[in-house]
RNA sequence: GGCCCUGUCGUCUAGCCCGGUCUAGGACAGUUGGUUCUCAUCCAACAAACACGGGUUCAAAUCCCGUCGGGGCUGCCA
């Protein structure tokens, strides 16, 4: 049989991260066997779903390249046929409807709770005649026995019937409850996976029971571990940002699926894009415990894909004004997170800074002054068309500036045991950084020279002159 | 409380099924050093774990039992 599988997320909210590595999962899991990945939108709460949900949930997986075969499906569109399937249940005693009020409901809860007894609501309208007049919810009958099924990741898994109670599967004949409805779903559509997170464990006995009521075949079964916050409970909003498209700002799309990808599955690579994980995708290799979500991995991930980038893809990607090719590498060698190439707009306007910052180490304000103005003369001069020209005319600058003897050990820089001539080079290469750039870190300032041009680098030199003098 | 899932470095894990090759391997993070004007890259090195207690065995991270820990569910939400 083919193989068919879905993601059927409930349009409540953004598509949570954990769905995402869910969705992946599923799709791989179709890639990898010819079969097709569906994209289901479970809305049965009507109160509770949204447009915009829904709009947010294509958006993610789409970002994501997470292409789903056929149309997007939605719960609402399978209205007659639950309202059909709970009558037919009704009719055959399998389901029935029960009176009791939630008061009375919570109290027994409560009191079960107390006595240390499991908690579930074991109806005594099931076999009446009472249980057949519609008004209340309606329950499933349940019958002693064991529930057992084969989980794909795990292994067997068992439930005890009774335990369960006669749950809840609909609030009216016309409002069906989310097991009922997927149920449905899944068996109408074939479903021959549900490949879900480990937070259904506990729903599956459930929808095995309304399976069989319905006398459908049920599909095989996977539970994925859970990705987990930092205090290692499930993530949710309370830990911070849990919606996909929350990292479009700051990650690349295939960092994300790298990152979700083998996180709870271990392939022979740490990098490696989705299609290569078509490959060695296999059920059985999936972790059964969760895993943390640690951001510093994914934040590495991150930098791996943006150094791949091409000067053209990367300045389309991050959406900067236009600079020169060669500006890009030295941009990206540093970049973790998308959005922090703000750090390098002196590559497209004038720095702004305070004047402090132009001091190297513990030189006097005319000793870096007296530097800048000896650069301004170098960049004068025409050595500026070759980079190891100028390099050499700041070296030798910086061996003319000498090394002030004095102690170092006061000022905001870290003594690490410099040599001599380093400390003559860092009164030439410090300052002129720091008019170039406005910034105390940042790629070699010969190479930002070169490409913002002589009259920019001219300009932006006098501006830090005229500062000192202020 | 009840039911279920799960437990190797700080984090993600390899190894576990089929005991010895494991003085437990890799990656991220961390620390130190090298290149260096700063940052980053790159390179090198260091530190860091079998939850605990019994048992089986010549031998246990690996097998068995128990304990403890973590998580999920427990809705007329999904």
Request: charged letters at 30%.
């Amino acid at each position: 049989m083919k193989v068919k599988v879905r993601v059927a997320p409930s349009p409540t909210g953004n598509l949570h991260i954990g769905t995402a590595q869910s969705a992946l999962y599923n799709w791989l899991f179709a890639r990898k066997n010819g079969g097709e990945f569906h994209l289901r939108i479970e809305d049965t709460d009507k109160a509770r779903s949204t447009k915009e949900s829904e709009e947010n949930i294509i958006e993610a997986l789409t970002w994501l390249d997470l292409k789903w075969d056929g149309p997007v499906s939605h719960s609402t569109d399978n209205q007659k046929r639950y309202k059909e399937l709970l009558e037919k249940l009704i009719n055959k005693k399998k389901a029935f409807y029960c009176h009791h009020t939630q008061e009375e409901l919570e109290a027994e809860r409560k009191s079960q709770e107390e006595n240390k007894q499991p908690p579930r609501h074991i109806c005594d309208h099931k076999n009446t005649e009472r249980g057949k007049t519609s008004g209340g919810i309606i329950r499933l009958a349940v019958n002693e026995g064991k529930i057992v099924f084969e989980d794909e990741i795990r292994g067997k898994i068992e439930f005890e019937a009774m335990l369960l109670g006669d749950f809840s599967i609909a609030k009216s004949i016309e409002e069906p409850l989310y097991n009922f409805a997927v149920v449905v779903d899944d068996s109408d559509m074939e479903i021959t996976h549900v490949i879900r997170g480990e937070d259904h464990i506990s729903n599956t006995p459930k929808q095995i029971l309304i399976y069989e009521a319905l006398g459908k075949t049920t599909p095989k079964f996977a539970h994925l571990p859970l990705i987990l916050a930092p205090d290692r409970s499930k993530m949710s909003k309370r830990h911070g940002e849990t919606a996909t498209t929350a990292f479009k700002k700051d990650y690349l799309p295939e960092a994300l699926i790298n990152f979700i990808g083998t996180v709870s599955h271990t392939f022979s690579k740490e990098i490696l894009t989705k299609e290569e994980m078509i490959e060695e995708f296999e059920l059985t290799k999936v972790h059964k415990s969760g895993a943390m979500f640690d951001i510093k991995k994914l934040n590495w991930l991150n930098s791996q894909y943006v150094k791949k980038l091409s000067p053209t893809e990367f300045k389309k990607i991050v959406g900067i004004p236009e600079i020169p090719d060669s500006a890009v590498p030295l941009i990206t060698e540093r970049l973790e997170k998308l959005a922090d190439v703000d750090n390098f707009d002196y590559f497209w306007k004038e720095p702004e800074y305070d004047k402090g910052l132009l001091i190297w180490k513990s030189s006097s304000l005319e000793e870096v002054r007296n530097s800048l103005e000896e650069i301004l003369l170098i960049v004068q001069s025409s050595v500026l068309n070759n980079k190891d020209e100028m390099r050499m005319a700041l070296d030798d600058l910086g061996k003319k500036l000498g090394n002030p003897t004095g102690s170092f050990s006061a000022d905001r820089h870290s003594e690490k045991g410099r040599t001599s001539s380093g400390a003559g080079r860092g009164l030439a290469y410090w300052p002129l950084r720091v008019a170039v750039t406005g910034k105390e870190k940042s790629p070699d300032p010969v190479q930002i020279i070169d490409i913002i041009g002589k009259d920019k680098t001219l300009e932006r030199i006098e501006a830090a002159i005229n500062k000192l003098k202020v």
